[in-house]
């Protein structure tokens, strides 16, 4: 096991709805990544939060928004929620610098949009 | 645009058979390369790669970097039923020093049969 959670590990929501989704990183990381996996697909990168801060993001549109608070913990924000969101969200975290930075992930939030 | 393509999609053995999975990757900079292994939910890391001809091994797993042909295998050998998961590849494209960001591929599923 990684020291990474994430809650809650499932969800239903209706076309609309909005939803916060939540992962705490491993103790000593200070960097948060969160991505959205679809069926058949490999994860794809939504945004990272270093210290707070938001640090890169990917393709994805300013519904999908994020949080680091103090402790490093992170929320991932979806409002206006589509059929498409339906996928596996999971955090990643890591120590954020360094010649090399491994990523440790989260069980994931499985989400279902109907 | 940031590109990792990794083969076969899909693949059946037997138990006791070796295995050979791909990645190639393009991406404007490269810093490392990990594999990691989903059986359920979370990815598990398995072995970061900096550097060319340099092996990693744990167990029966093994994986070697190619940084000149711009691609990475990973081998399993004697293969067993717990070895059945979709292997990901994915390429940090960051700068040394910063945060990672990954790019993944769309994973190699791999089922091993008595």
């Known amino acids: 096991e990684t020291g990474v959670t994430q809650s809650p590990t499932h969800l239903i929501k209706t076309r609309g709805q909005q939803v916060t989704l939540r992962c705490s990183s491993q103790s000593g990381h200070n960097t948060v990544s969160w991505y959205q996996q679809a069926l058949g697909q490999g994860p794809q990168f939504i945004f990272q939060y270093y210290r707070e801060e938001e640090n890169g993001r990917g393709n994805f549109p300013p519904r999908f928004s994020g949080l680091q608070f103090p402790n490093y913990s992170s929320e991932l924000n979806v409002n206006a929620l589509e059929l498409d969101d339906s996928a596996l969200y999971l955090c990643?975290?890591?120590?954020?610098?360094?010649?090399?930075?491994?990523?440790?992930f989260g069980p994931g939030t499985r989400l279902t949009v109907l | 645009e940031d590109k990792v393509v990794q083969s076969p999609l899909s693949l059946v053995v037997h138990e006791g058979d070796t295995v050979t999975l791909n990645c190639s990757y393009e991406?404007?900079?490269?810093?490392?390369l990990l594999w990691y292994k989903q059986e359920k939910k979370a990815p598990t890391f398995l072995f970061m790669l900096?550097?060319?001809?340099i092996e990693k091994k744990s167990g029966r797993l093994s994986s070697i970097l190619d940084k000149k042909e711009l691609f990475s295998i990973l081998n399993i050998t004697a293969t067993q039923t717990g070895d059945s998961a979709i292997y990901l590849c994915?390429?940090?494209?960051?700068?040394?020093?910063?945060?990672?960001?990954?790019?993944f591929g769309t994973g190699t599923r791999l089922q091993v049969t008595l």
């Open positions: 990643a975290s890591s120590a954020g610098q360094g010649y090399t930075d491994t990523q440790y």
């Open positions: 991406v404007t900079n490269f810093r490392s």
């Open positions: 900096t550097s060319s001809g």
């Open positions: 994915a390429v940090d494209y960051t700068h040394t020093g910063t945060a990672s960001k990954l790019t």
